[in-house]
C-alpha cells in the first residue's frame, strides 16, 4: 500500500512570505494531522481531521496558519507570512485505528 | 498538565542490549506507542501497548504498566542502524497523541 505523499520536501522562503505544504494520506485514512517538529524535539500537533472536520486545532496559530482538507482526502497546510520561528519539518500523519503512519516530512527554512 | 518523559540520550555498544524508559501523566489513556526517527525522515511506527505487559517484536520488544505509567523500549543485538531518535506517545482520553521529545541512541562499534 502506498504510504502518506507529501510536497514539498524541502522550502525555503524569506520571512513575511507565504508557504503551502501538501500532504496526501494512505487511502482509506480518516484522519489526517499536520505536526510541526522543531530541531531535538517530539512533534507538536497543529492540526486534526476526521474525514473533512476538524478535531483539534487549539494549537494551530491561526492568525497566520490554516489548514484545509475539503474533499476528506487530502490536505493543504499554509502559512501567511511566514516568521523565523516557523522553521520546522511539517509532517502530515493519517490514522484508520492504532498507530499513526508519516509522510516524509516539508523541511521549512525561514531566512 | 499532561507530560511524558524519557532520557535526552543514550550510548550502547554494537551487539548490546539497550533500554530506553518512558513515563507518563497524562488525562486518560488509550494507548502508548514507540517510533523511531532516523536524522532528517519521520518518525516510524514500532509498537504499541495498551495492556499491561510485554510486546515482542523481533530484535524490539515494549513492556507497559499502566499503574505505573511507565513503558520501556527494548533493543537487542544493537546494530549500527539502530542509531536513532526513539519518540514515545501516549493516546489520552481524547484520543489524541501526547508526545515525549525523543532519546537519541548512539550505538558505538
Known amino acids: 500500500e502506498a504510504g502518506v505523499a507529501q510536497s514539498p520536501r524541502y522550502k525555503i522562503i524569506e520571512k513575511r512570505q507565504s508557504v503551502a505544504f501538501w500532504c496526501n494520506p494512505i487511502?482509506?485514512?480518516?484522519?489526517l494531522y499536520w505536526y510541526q517538529q522543531i530541531l531535538g524535539q517530539g512533534p507538536k500537533l497543529l492540526i486534526q481531521f476526521q474525514n473533512n472536520g476538524v478535531v483539534d486545532d487549539s494549537q494551530l496559530p491561526k492568525d497566520r496558519f490554516s489548514a484545509e482538507r475539503l474533499k476528506g482526502v487530502d490536505s493543504t497546510l499554509k502559512i501567511q507570512p511566514a516568521k523565523l520561528e516557523d522553521s520546522a519539518v511539517y509532517l502530515c500523519a493519517s490514522s484508520s485505528t492504532g498507530g499513526e503512519y508519516f509522510g516524509p516530512g516539508t523541511r521549512l527554512t525561514v531566512t | 498538565g499532561q507530560n511524558i518523559d524519557q532520557p535526552t540520550e543514550m550510548t550502547a555498544t554494537e551487539g548490546a542490549i539497550v533500554q530506553i524508559n518512558c513515563t507518563y501523566q497524562?488525562?486518560?489513556?488509550?494507548?502508548l506507542f514507540w517510533y523511531q526517527q532516523h536524522a532528517g525522515e519521520a518518525p516510524t511506527f514500532l509498537s504499541y501497548?495498551?495492556l499491561d505487559g510485554l510486546e515482542e517484536k523481533g530484535r524490539f520488544s515494549s513492556f507497559l504498566s499502566r499503574s505505573k505509567g511507565y513503558s520501556y523500549l527494548l533493543l537487542k543485538e544493537l546494530q549500527m542502524k539502530d542509531s536513532a531518535s526513539y519518540l514515545c506517545?501516549?493516546?489520552?482520553?481524547?484520543?489524541?497523541?501526547?508526545w515525549g521529545a525523543g532519546t537519541k541512541l548512539i550505538i558505538k562499534p
Open positions: 487511502s482509506g485514512h480518516a484522519t
Open positions: 506517545a501516549v493516546r489520552d482520553s481524547n484520543y489524541q497523541l501526547i
Open positions: 501497548n495498551v
Open positions: 497524562t488525562s486518560g489513556f488509550n494507548g
